[in-house]
């Protein structure tokens, strides 16, 4: 007999560890973009995207808003979690039930039980767009992960190490991807590298980032 496996398609691992305690989950969101999909949409209407100031004084070239109780700001004062949106002075929208399930769901399949966020920051890349090596720190507890969900355009996902000028590890984010880190990988740098024009069927020329924290 003939192996069968010659005529399955090759399997694609579906999940890619990046670190001790970071790995990238592929397409893991699928499953829940149709309810989440309109959900990004009543977030963008309530508490639109917008480009906010650093505080050295750049504009970010990445577009964004929150939902959850809090929400991270930034502007020539310093990087913080607010309860309230700064443009409006409203809370900024609920984090939709569909967001808490997958960012939840997300952590447990990477190994990090009964994560809560309070807090879902959502970016918004336009062809160019680029974020700079960073630390996430404004949070208060560094012992909950971050979930990081990709969607739309692909992206060049730059993974680095505890200084800034540590080597960095390239990794490309489609659609769906979900990376979660935590534990010692916790406060690894990272940014993205500038967004290609590689329109999306359904988001067009844009990627959308939403990374869930538990801030407060
Ligand atoms: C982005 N993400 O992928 C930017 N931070 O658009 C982040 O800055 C990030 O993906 C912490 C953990 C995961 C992330
Ligand atoms: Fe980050």
Same mark, same amino acid.
């Given at each position: 007999?003939?192996?069968?496996?010659?005529?399955?398609?090759?399997?694609?691992?579906?999940?890619?560890?990046?670190?001790?305690?970071?790995?990238?989950?592929?397409?893991?969101?699928?499953?829940?973009?149709?309810?989440?999909?309109?959900?990004?949409?009543?977030?963008?209407?309530?508490?639109?995207?917008?480009?906010?100031?650093?505080?050295?004084?750049?504009?970010?070239?990445?577009?964004?808003?929150?939902?959850?109780?809090?929400?991270? *700001?930034?502007?020539?004062?310093?990087?913080?979690?607010?309860?309230?949106?700064?443009?409006?002075?409203?809370?900024?929208?609920?984090?939709?039930?569909?967001?808490?399930?997958?960012?939840?769901?997300?952590?447990?399949? #990477?190994?990090?039980?009964?994560?809560?966020?309070? #807090?879902?920051?959502?970016?918004?890349? #336009?062809?160019?767009?680029?974020?700079?090596?960073?630390?996430?720190?404004?949070?208060?507890?560094?012992?909950?992960?971050?979930?990081?969900?990709?969607?739309?355009?692909?992206?060049?996902?730059?993974?680095?190490?505890?200084?800034? *000028?540590?080597? *960095?590890?390239?990794?490309?984010?489609?659609?769906?991807?979900?990376?979660?880190?935590?534990?010692?990988?916790?406060?690894?740098?990272?940014?993205?590298?500038?967004?290609?024009?590689?329109?999306? #069927?359904?988001?067009?020329?844009?990627?959308?980032?939403? *990374?869930?924290?538990?801030?407060?």
């Amino acid at each position: 007999m003939q192996s069968l496996e010659l005529f399955e398609a090759p399997v694609l691992p579906s999940r890619q560890r990046l670190g001790p305690a970071a790995m990238v989950l592929r397409k893991f969101a699928l499953p829940y973009m149709q309810e989440a999909m309109p959900a990004i949409e009543a977030i963008a209407a309530a508490a639109p995207f917008r480009h906010m100031e650093t505080p050295g004084g750049f504009t970010m070239s990445v577009a964004l808003t929150n939902c959850g109780a809090l929400g991270w *700001t930034t502007d020539r004062q310093g990087y913080r979690y607010t309860p309230l949106d700064p443009s409006s002075g409203e809370p900024w929208p609920a984090m939709p039930e569909v967001f808490a399930r997958l960012a939840s769901k997300a952590a447990e399949a #990477a190994g990090f039980v009964d994560f809560e966020p309070d #807090a879902c920051l959502v970016n918004r890349y #336009a062809p160019g767009a680029r974020l700079s090596l960073h630390q996430d720190k404004n949070e208060r507890d560094y012992g909950a992960p971050i979930v990081s969900v990709s969607l739309g355009m692909p992206a060049v996902f730059l993974f680095g190490g505890h200084a800034r *000028t540590d080597p *960095t590890v390239k990794v490309p984010l489609h659609h769906g991807d979900v990376v979660v880190w935590g534990g010692v990988d916790r406060l690894r740098y990272h940014g993205v590298m500038p967004l290609k024009d590689e329109p999306h #069927a359904l988001l067009g020329s844009q990627r959308i980032n939403f *990374t869930f924290r538990k801030a407060g």
